[in-house]
């Protein structure tokens, strides 16, 4: 990769460009089955007759990311797996940002991860807000952009407002930094916004497109820790070099597999049909909630609410034992909550402890 294929590897730190990746002992274990090169244990631990967890990994388990391949409808070179899309945020940021030089971009309110991970590389945080009805402001955003932006942060559904951007404002953004920056399109949430199309389908036209998605939400798996990066071959063999050698544990791999069995995709499906039901009945049902403001329009597992005084509804929630998640100190978000639709009863509980028993019947 010293000769980068793709033009906008020019634009990624050239020390990781030049530097020769950590080979693994696992990536050279070829067709061998007396495994002396990675000082393993050669018995399996306690309890484990058939995982082989006395061995490393595979870095990339083959089997986990044609599945995923094959789930997201792209091609397994295209495919980075890791602990979760936190790890790809992070990893994009180290692969393009130089400390003190480079800078992201994105739209508050969102998702804290991307200025937490540009922060600890050192990569200031540009910020373009969303506009009033939290919709991404696509001229503001490139209005910002200057030679130093490497990387364009798009979350849709986005987390805390819940709103989807459209597919054509990613569109627009990935044809103006078309060989300059990223276009990194986090769609955490998408499984949630009905027949709403993946930005997966522009990675044809553009090689600037990289999109996060993630087991943690529709697919039940959060505790497991496996996101997926799509990007181009390129983009993802960058990636490569700087990743953690074996990033994906045995077990969360078997995890994920079964989660995307024919049997696990068909409950993930009745699963998110019913937090869509709930998402809808939730949205109906809070505006007659004494001190509710505003329930914002949702494609997401959770409901971006304002309230008169959030604090006191926070409060009455906790009473009831029911935690959400304060979301007031983000921009443009003073006085509101989000809410993760739970279970139907746990839906049923929180109308409850707002005061609309009634609605519960
Ligand atoms: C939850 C969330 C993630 C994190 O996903 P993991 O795969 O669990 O790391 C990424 N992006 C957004 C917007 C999220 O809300």
């Known amino acids: 990769m010293t000769t980068p294929r793709l033009k906008l590897l020019e634009r990624a730190r050239p020390e990781i460009m030049a530097m020769q990746p950590y080979s693994s002992a696992r990536m050279e274990a070829g067709q061998a089955t007396i495994m002396l090169n990675a000082n393993e244990s050669p018995w399996a631990p306690p309890g484990d007759d058939d995982c082989g967890l006395n061995r490393y990994p595979d870095p990339q388990p083959k089997a986990l990311r044609m599945r995923l391949a094959d789930l997201y409808g792209v091609a397994a070179e295209q495919v980075l797996v890791g602990r979760g899309s936190d790890e790809a945020i992070d990893l994009l ?10 800078t992201i971009l994105i739209s508050p309110p969102t998702f804290g991860m991307y200025a937490v991970a540009a922060r600890t590389q050192g990569a200031a945080v540009i910020e373009a807000p969303l506009a009033a009805d939290f919709a991404v402001d696509a001229d503001a955003l490139l209005a910002k952009v200057t030679d130093s932006t490497r990387l364009v942060f798009v979350c849709t559904p986005n987390n805390p407002t819940g709103a989807l951007v459209p597919l054509p404002t990613v569109e627009r953004l990935a044809t103006a930094l078309r060989d300059r920056a990223l276009v990194v399109v986090d769609e955490a949430y998408l499984e949630f916004a009905g027949d709403a199309p993946s930005a997966t389908g522009l990675l044809d036209r553009y090689d600037n497109v990289a999109v996060l998605r993630t087991l943690s939400k529709a697919y039940a798996l959060a505790g497991a820790r496996v996101g997926t990066l799509i990007a181009h071959a390129d983009v993802v063999a960058l990636l490569r070099r700087i990743q953690a050698p074996y990033p994906v544990p045995a077990p969360c791999a078997d ?20 937090l869509r039901g709930e998402r809808e009945r939730l949205a109906r049902a809070l505006p007659s909630a ?15 609410v304002r309230f008169a005084d959030a604090q006191a509804a926070y409060r009455a929630l906790l009473a009831a034992g029911i935690v959400v998640r304060d979301v007031g100190r983000y921009p443009q978000l003073a006085d509101c909550l989000r809410i993760t639709i739970g279970t139907p009863q746990e839906n049923a509980a929180l109308l409850g402890a707002l005061g609309l028993r009634e609605a519960v019947a």
Do not use: T
């Open 93 to 102: 940021v180290r692969a393009f940002c130089r400390e003190g030089r480079d």
């Open 255 to 274: 995890a994920a597999l079964a989660a995307l069995s024919a049997q696990g995709i068909a409950q993930a499906r009745e699963r998110i049909a019913i």
């Open 290 to 304: 004494r001190g509710v403001l505003a329930v914002y329009p949702s494609a997401a597992n959770f409901l971006c």
